[in-house]
T-cell receptor, first 113, second 114 residues
């Protein structure tokens, strides 16, 4: 049973436009959500996170939105740049438990010049 | 600051051989994890540790063993490698506890079992 779902395996956008990556989760106990970016042949790197007590967190060009009632979060990248081309993983965890991060399958973003 | 270092970066094994993957972190993190990444499967947790001397099973633990004898090191062992264990393995570490912080990942180990 997949607890974190990224239903779009790939996304292609033009440079300068907005990229929106989506993530759904099924476990209502999750209370902390993270996005990781991964380039080929490298380890995932942390991008941005959001606690369940918030509905939005912004860091430069990156904004994460959380809709708890829908169990849905999204990552917005504005404006998109070619260097943003990577695989983006959504992850979730339950505080106070084992601190295990549960990952989605990832979305490959391609930003075209 | 090295962060999380994995050794080796690449390895080819024959079916039935054994090997140990080493993960070292220099951030004094309590929690350490081993994940595997397979095409179309995302990152799946194999084993994890919430402190020195402790280990626990993750989502896909079969065929693997781990040890955390020292806080900074987390070893992943394959006693009898199988082709199904061909994958990219990532180690990660985090503060854990009540702090909501991210996990830091190593560069990965690409393992091929033939």
């Amino acid at each position: 049973d997949q607890q974190v779902k990224q239903n779009s395996p790939s996304l292609s956008v033009q440079e300068g436009r907005i990229s929106i990556l989506n993530c759904d989760y099924t476990n209502s106990m999750f209370d902390y959500f993270l996005w990781y970016k991964k380039y080929p042949a490298e380890g995932p790197t942390f991008l941005i996170s959001i606690s369940s007590i918030k509905d939005k967190n912004e860091d430069g060009r990156f904004t994460v939105f959380l809709n708890k009632s829908a169990k849905h979060l999204s990552l917005h990248i504005v404006p998109s740049q070619p260097g943003d081309s990577a695989v983006y993983f959504c992850a979730a965890k339950r505080q106070g438990g084992s601190e295990k991060l549960v990952f989605g399958k990832g979305t490959k973003l391609t930003v075209n010049p | 600051n090295a962060g999380v270092t994995q050794t080796p970066k690449f390895r080819v094994l024959k079916t039935g051989q054994s090997m140990t993957l080493l993960c070292a972190q220099d951030m004094n993190h309590e929690y350490m994890y081993w994940y595997r990444q397979d095409p179309g499967m995302g990152l799946r947790l194999i084993h994890y540790s919430v402190g020195e001397g402790t280990t626990a099973k993750g989502e896909v633990p079969d065929g693997y063993n781990v040890s955390r004898l020292k806080k900074q090191n987390f070893l992943l062992g394959l006693e009898s490698a199988a082709p199904s264990q061909t994958s990219v393995y990532f180690c990660a570490s985090s503060w854990g506890g009540l702090m909501n912080t991210e996990a830091f990942f190593g560069q990965g180990t690409r393992l091929t079992v033939v």
